[in-house]
């Protein structure tokens, strides 16, 4: 990556920073994505069994991933205008605290909203939209993989914008997002554990102006 003022960056650059967004986001997303991803291979197993037709798990899963992509290139965008209002140190994380603070409290009262709920909801219990929206074939798989993801992003797009105040490239910031994503849709009382978790944003963006 060029660590360079935003000035210098070229078009291979915004590239590349987009190379980064989305292997990030299909590392950071496909773990709490597995549950499902089995669901759908289970169903098409029996499907297959009984000589029906199917969605193939393997295209479902590249439209989950293609909707993070475009995902990535929306905040690429947002990265870049945010380094040019310099918001953003060379080193990718926050050089504005006030800055910091309204990107902590923003995504713990995202944790709050309906939306976020609801989205949360679906990504929890996928069997419902499966049933719903269930198509055969490959682009049936494709746009059930791209319906799952955008509850995915709705559920946890704010949340990924944590990454510019810890750093975008900070690893460590990085896992614990990705277990946070996990528990809060994997684990049991995952909705409850994400309220909780937007308090604690709340609190931390609170503490940069305290």
């Given amino acids: 990556m060029n660590m360079n003022p935003v000035a210098s960056w070229s078009v291979t650059d915004v590239f590349m920073l987009f190379i980064m967004w989305a292997i990030m986001m299909a590392g950071m997303m496909l773990p709490s994505a597995i549950p499902v991803i089995l669901l759908v291979n289970k169903l098409n197993l029996q499907r297959i069994s009984s000589n029906q037709t199917y969605t193939p798990t393997i295209i479902f899963t590249f439209g989950y991933i293609m909707i993070w992509c475009l995902y990535s290139l929306v905040i690429t965008f947002l990265q870049y205008f945010l380094h040019h209002l310099d918001l953003l140190t060379p080193m990718m994380d926050s050089a504005n605290t006030s800055f910091s603070a309204s990107i902590l409290i923003i995504a713990g009262?995202?944790?709050?909203?309906?939306?976020?709920?609801?989205?949360?909801?679906?990504?929890?219990?996928?069997?419902?939209?499966?049933?719903?929206?269930?198509?055969?074939?490959?682009?049936?798989?494709?746009?059930?993989?791209?319906?799952?993801?955008?509850?995915?992003?709705?559920?946890?797009?704010?949340?990924?914008?944590?990454?510019?105040?810890?750093?975008?490239?900070?690893?460590?910031?990085?896992?614990?997002?990705?277990?946070?994503?996990?528990?809060?849709?994997?684990?049991p009382k995952g909705e409850i554990i994400s309220k909780y978790l937007g308090a604690l944003l709340i609190m931390f963006g609170l503490s940069y102006w305290f």
């Fill in 109 to 187: 009262i995202y944790q709050f909203s309906s939306f976020k709920q609801n989205c949360l909801n679906l990504c929890r219990s996928p069997l419902s939209m499966l049933s719903k929206d269930w198509q055969e074939g490959f682009k049936g798989a494709l746009l059930l993989g791209l319906k799952h993801g955008s509850y995915c992003v709705g559920c946890c797009w704010f949340l990924m914008t944590v990454l510019f105040v810890s750093g975008v490239m900070n690893l460590k910031w990085i896992l614990i997002l990705t277990l946070v994503i996990v528990v809060e849709k994997i684990m």
